[in-house]
Each structure stands twice: as structure tokens, then as C-alpha cells.
């Protein structure tokens, strides 16, 4: 039986420039929530466009697709997501399983 692939979700966002401040304050309220309390969360990363400041992109990585599935079907996520969600006209979400991955701190086995 083979692991889980890890999984990356991706939100493409847009944040009204008069929002930007709201938006930032709800996701400081919930971030640590997440990360310290939702199993199989590994990391999220909100990202803002240079060229378009209304243009958002929230990554996260999980230990699996079942994982966030699960947190995203959980009588809290919505709750938590709530605030930040409101402060967005637009949003889009795509799920990736990760196949592969290439890193400078990659460690290779001897042998």
C-alpha cells in the first residue's frame, strides 16, 4: 500500500484594496489555529500581487488530500475561514497532490 502524496491547495483571490487591512487581521487571528491545530496542516502562505494589490494567492501544504478534505468539511472551517473569507469578490480553489519535489536543503542518502 503506498503513502498518501502530499497536497498543496491553492486559493486565487481578490481583496478590495479597502479590505486588504481586514483581510490580514482575520487571517492573523486564525493562522496559528491551523497550524497548530488541524491534523495533517503543514504550512500555508498568503501571498499579494505587485503588479495587482487586489490579487491574493493562499497556498497551503498537507499531509495528504484526505487531510484537507477533512479540515475543509469540519464544523469549524467555516467559522474560522468566515472573516476572511467576506473580505474577498472573488475566489478560486484548486487542489494538487504533489508528485515531485526539488529543494536546495534536499539531503541525498549516501550509497
Not at 498543496?8 to 478590495?16: A, S, Y
Not at 493562522?31 to 494567492?57: F, K, M, N, T
Not at 480553489?93 to 515531485?100: M, N
Request: proline letters at 6%; charged letters at 25%.
Amino acid at each position: 500500500m503506498s503513502t498518501p502524496a502530499r497536497a498543496r491547495i491553492v486559493f486565487l483571490v481578490r481583496v478590495p484594496a479597502e479590505d486588504t487591512d481586514r483581510f490580514l487581521a482575520a487571517y492573523e487571528r486564525i493562522r496559528y489555529q491551523v497550524a497548530g491545530g488541524v491534523p495533517g496542516h503543514i504550512l500555508d502562505q498568503v501571498c499579494q500581487s505587485p503588479a495587482d494589490p487586489e490579487q491574493w494567492l493562499i497556498t497551503s501544504e498537507w499531509e495528504s488530500l484526505e487531510h484537507f478534505v477533512a479540515w475543509e468539511r469540519s464544523p469549524g472551517h467555516r467559522d474560522l475561514a468566515g472573516p476572511m473569507r467576506a473580505c474577498m469578490t472573488e475566489a478560486k480553489s484548486i487542489k494538487f497532490e504533489i508528485r515531485e519535489e526539488t529543494s536546495n536543503t534536499t539531503t541525498r542518502l549516501a550509497g
